[in-house]
């Protein structure tokens, strides 16, 4: 059989389909991934300092005005949109086929396609909060300052709930993330070189025999794939569900 009708006929039976994705689901609407050629771990920098530090916890605590400045200009995109892959989701989950997309992405591009049961379990770079009193604060309010944010109500430094290095995953988000995938009959898993850990290791609690793999480059877990293939994600999932999207 085709392996393009045998995903679909997959999906179409499945009773519970979860959805886990990486960097690679976002290159369509513009973001740059990490780890390619291109990615943000190849860029140089005027600074030199490189992206683990950018993003760590160590940073943000010794230096909020140079963290700030980074994050807003390299890692935050409020003008990009969903792709078409989004929409093709929010469309399944929409129907009742889709029961959970569990994501590495900070971008919240799957919520601003519509997608209703998304977890982030890196968290994002849109939602913010204030360290001192916890009030909460859109992407918007953050731009606003050239630098590091100050909560309106405590003057508090205000930052983005994302997962930054030396912190911990969300446990409740992680543990729910887990419970999905056991739970799953079909998976598709697009879009993430699957190396960062402890996301990568969510395929051990997958007990079914119908995964699915799609990422432009080979991965380490290809072998145990059900169903690979090595082409555009939003491509691929526009066939297997017979949509049309522009875009």
Not at 104 to 119: C, E, R, T, W, Y
Request: hydrophobic content about 35%.
């Amino acid at each position: 059989m085709d392996k393009i009708k045998e995903v679909k006929k997959w999906m179409d039976d499945a009773k519970h389909l979860v959805f886990f994705g990486g960097a690679g689901t976002s290159t369509a609407s513009g973001i740059p991934d990490f780890r390619s050629e291109n990615g943000v771990y190849h860029k140089e920098r005027e600074d030199k300092l490189p992206p683990e530090f950018i993003l760590s916890h160590t940073y943000l605590k010794q230096d909020p005005d140079g963290f700030s400045k980074s994050y807003k200009k390299e890692y935050v995109f409020p003008d990009k949109e969903p792709n078409k892959l989004h929409y093709i989701l929010t469309e399944l989950e929409e129907k009742g086929v889709l029961q959970a997309i569990i994501t590495q992405n900070i971008d919240g591009l799957h919520q601003k396609a519509g997608s209703k049961n998304v977890l982030e379990i890196h968290g994002n770079m849109v939602d913010h909060y204030c360290v001192d009193c916890g009030k909460k604060f859109p992407l918007e309010y953050a731009l606003a300052f050239e630098k590091s944010a100050t909560c309106d109500e405590c003057c508090g430094f205000v930052r983005p709930d994302v997962v930054l290095y030396e912190e911990m995953l969300p446990q409740g988000v992680f543990e729910e993330a887990i419970r999905q995938v056991r739970q799953a009959d079909v998976m598709i898993v697009a879009g993430t070189s699957l190396v960062v850990y402890p996301a990568a290791g969510l395929l051990q609690y997958y007990r079914g025999n119908r995964l699915i793999l799609i990422n432009k480059q080979v991965t380490q877990m290809d072998s145990m794939a059900n169903a690979v293939f090595h082409d555009d994600i939003g491509d691929i999932l526009e066939k297997i569900t017979e949509t049309n999207h522009e875009n």
